[in-house]
């Protein structure tokens, strides 16, 4: 279930805010092909480059599409195209720094090889080479549920080999307890 809150035009872009409903049993990371269709059938497109933007982490985005100012519609169809989403319970990875494992992961598994060196831990991910996203926010949650920043350094995302990337961020304290949380 989403929820669109508002749609705000202006001379160079409709702006259209959304919530996900926090009872979803799936976390929604993105849509693709997202349009506005007006009620003479005119389709106002995603801005490329600037289609779906977090709000805030808590399920609530901000769409940019094309505008057609100088238009008054009455009525808009709003055509989501292609949502990515996954299970909120598999929706991130658990790894213990101190053995250098994943301990869970989402159920098709493509987390591997765990690293930590100098505070900066790594692992590869099985993704196409056109993949050039880091899937994590800014921080992690230890065993105590604390949350801890991360940093992604000057190499976080780098293909490794053909359909592998390792993704790497510094840890900056010391003072957690394993294992660590990182959602996706």
Request: aromatic fraction near 10%; proline fraction near 5%; charge should be negative.
């Amino acid at each position: 279930r989403i929820k669109v809150n508002e749609m705000t035009i202006d001379p160079l872009r409709a702006i259209v805010h959304l919530e996900t409903d926090p009872r979803n049993t799936k976390k929604m990371f993105g849509m693709n092909e997202m349009k506005l269709v007006d009620e003479s059938g005119e389709t106002w497109s995603t801005i490329p480059g600037k289609t779906f933007i977090p709000i805030n982490g808590d399920g609530e985005w901000e769409v940019h599409l094309q505008s057609n100012y100088f238009k008054n519609p009455k009525k808009f169809s709003l055509d989501f195209g292609k949502i990515e989403a996954m299970d909120k319970d598999e929706a991130f990875i658990m790894i213990d720094t101190e053995s250098e494992k994943i301990l869970k992961q989402p159920s098709e598994p493509v987390y591997s090889n765990v690293q930590v060196k100098n505070k900066v831990v790594s692992f590869t991910m099985e993704v196409n080479e056109d993949y050039n996203t880091i899937p994590f926010g800014s921080s992690f949650v230890d065993a105590k549920g604390k949350e801890f920043r991360m940093e992604y350094v000057n190499d976080s995302l780098i293909q490794t080999s053909e359909g592998q990337k390792t993704f790497k961020f510094k840890l900056f304290t010391e003072s957690y307890t394993n294992p660590i949380r990182i959602n996706l």
